[in-house]
């Protein structure tokens, strides 16, 4: 699938670093570095604007090592970009760590996944097919 990109950052285009990542890293594009405290959260530009096609997003999520390592993770994740948002790319990073985290230029802070969709059409009905389930849900189903 090709999707349209201009990058107005400082910093290559976003790419897959082995043939079976999912996900392509996201880099800060900043001037000054930015000092996160815990529970302090903020919103990082990556200079990266993209136009996919209908019935794709793109989806943003965490990096797992700067989450297991560091405390650091996407706040909203995944993070949806739309197929038809136009602005920059921007990760809303937040520290769930006890110290401070400086985010530098450049610095790898998050990674995107671009996905499929499917749009929903709503049929409004008065009851529901039964499963073995049922409306149990937050843990009915066992540990």
């Keep these: 699938m090709k999707i349209q990109i201009i990058n107005k950052s400082k910093h290559e285009i976003p790419s897959y670093e082995t043939q079976g990542s999912a996900g392509m890293d996201l880099r800060a594009n900043i001037d000054e570095s930015i000092t996160l405290k815990p529970l302090e959260r903020t919103i990082v530009k990556t200079g990266l604007f993209i136009a996919l096609p209908i019935g794709t997003e793109a989806q943003v999520r965490p990096r797992s090592g700067l989450a297991a390592k560091k405390g650091i993770t996407v706040l909203n994740a995944p993070g949806t970009v739309?197929?038809?948002?136009?602005?920059?790319?921007?990760?809303?990073?937040?520290?769930?760590?006890?110290?401070?985290f400086v985010i530098n230029d450049g610095e790898r802070i998050a990674q995107l996944v671009i996905a499929k969709h499917e749009r929903a059409e709503w049929e409004e009905v008065t009851v529901l097919s039964e499963t073995e389930r049922g409306s149990g849900g937050f843990g009915s189903t066992g540990v």
């Design 82 to 100: 739309d197929a038809d948002y136009r602005g920059e790319i921007g990760v809303i990073l937040v520290n769930i760590s006890n110290e401070n």
